[in-house]
Structures are given as structure tokens and as C-alpha cells.
């Protein structure tokens, strides 16, 4: 049975900086895209970043540079780097993994992330 397991979330101010992680089991983590997703209150749950199993990212254009996902195949693990936080940024975050081009895909139980102004 694959598990994502986020940590790392909490409460931070404006300008703050938070780290995610998500630590995979149960699968073959070199195999998966990791990426993670946000759920604002009110809104749809949107990318914010992602990495491909050789380690290219793409981020969502309100993240760009002040966000930065990394994985460590060795620890079955991906990060994100939240630099300068906005209010705008809170969210309960998820991790996902996914195995293209197959459509299976895995997600945790997500953690909150609230910045305050």
C-alpha cells in the first residue's frame, strides 16, 4: 500500500519561511513525478510545484521564485522550500505522486499552512 506522509506545516508570518516534507513507503519512489498541490478556503485544489522522476520542476506562475520542491531518492522524500510567504499562501498543502503515463496517483492527508499579515 503506498503513503505520503506530510510534515512541516504551521503557522508563520508574512515574509516568513516555511519547509515541507512528504516521505513516500510503499512504492518504488525513483518511478514516481512528485508534486505538491494547495487547497485554499473556498478555492480548488491547484499545482504549485512539481519534479519528474529525472529531477526537472515546473512551479506555478504565483510560487515562481519564492518556492523551490527538491527529492532525495536515497531518503524516499520530496521538499518544499516556502520563502517569503504571503497570506495568500495559506493553504492546506498536499503531497502528491504520480507513475506516467499510467493515470495512478497517490496523495497524502495534507497539511496546513496558514500565514498571517
Known amino acids: 500500500q503506498v503513503r505520503l506522509v506530510e510534515s512541516g506545516g504551521g503557522l508563520v508570518q508574512a515574509g516568513g519561511s516555511l519547509r515541507l516534507s512528504c516521505v513516500a513507503s510503499g512504492t518504488i519512489f525513483t518511478s514516481a513525478g512528485m508534486g505538491w498541490y494547495r487547497q485554499g478556503p473556498g478555492k480548488q485544489r491547484e499545482l504549485v510545484a512539481s519534479?519528474?522522476?529525472?529531477?526537472?520542476?515546473n512551479y506555478a506562475d504565483s510560487v515562481k521564485g519564492r518556492f523551490t520542491i527538491s527529492r532525495d531518492n536515497a531518503k524516499n522524500s520530496v521538499y518544499l522550500q516556502m520563502n517569503s510567504l504571503k497570506p495568500e499562501d495559506t493553504a492546506v498543502y498536499y503531497c502528491?505522486?504520480?507513475?506516467?503515463?499510467?493515470?495512478?496517483?497517490?496523495w497524502g492527508q495534507g497539511t496546513q499552512v496558514t500565514v498571517s499579515s
Open positions: 502528491n505522486a504520480n507513475f506516467w503515463p499510467t493515470s495512478i496517483m497517490y
Open positions: 519534479i519528474t522522476r529525472g529531477g526537472s520542476t
